[in-house]
């Protein structure tokens, strides 16, 4: 029977927690209580139990002073917040753009070489999303030597800009022999 008397004194102190007032009941706040509009804010609970919200549009005590709250939609007034621009989708660098930026770079190549006189743009390959490598070939020839040059040009986009800068270069250059003159037959 010692449970039944525990189950009896828990009851008995929950009647007399009940009997006591709520806090809403145990101190009535007035609008006249609050320095700013924002303070009184604070104080508006749902179903409005200090009556701070005369007119039911979620803002209390409208007629105080700012600083004003500015959360509206939770019973909050003042003036709505600029809401921020999604942010921009991926970038994808695309292949035509790599291209001609490396097709630009070959030549920029060729015209700082004084050994090669033209440019051609080979293969290029996506290595990622902002990345691509392209391969081209420089050529050149003189009265004694030919040089060929192997570039491979790397595109990247940087905060959606894309840029050309050459990844490596490997030049050979053939010397012809000297052939003696061959008589002119008349």
Known sequence: MKLGGLVLVLAAALVALSALPSTAAARD????????????????????????DGDNDGIACEDLPCPCS?????????????????????????MSTARSL?????????????????????ACRRRGER????LATARGESSSSRTTCRLRIRVTAVD??????????NCRTTRFARSAARPSRS
């Open 160 to 169: 959606r800009h894309p840029k050309a800068a050459l990844a490596f270069s």
């Open 131 to 134: 990345r691509i490598d392209c």
């Open 70 to 94: 500015s959360t509206p939609g939770e019973g909050g007034g003042g003036e709505e917040q600029p809401t921020a621009p999604p942010p921009p989708p991926p970038y994808h660098l695309k």
């Open 29 to 52: 706040y007035d609008c006249a209580d609050f320095n700013n509009q924002a303070e009184a804010e604070e104080y508006l609970l749902p179903g409005d139990p200090y009556n701070l």
């Open 102 to 122: 490396a097709r630009a770079a070959a030549r920029k190549f060729t015209r700082r070489n004084p050994k090669v006189s033209v440019s051609s743009l080979g």
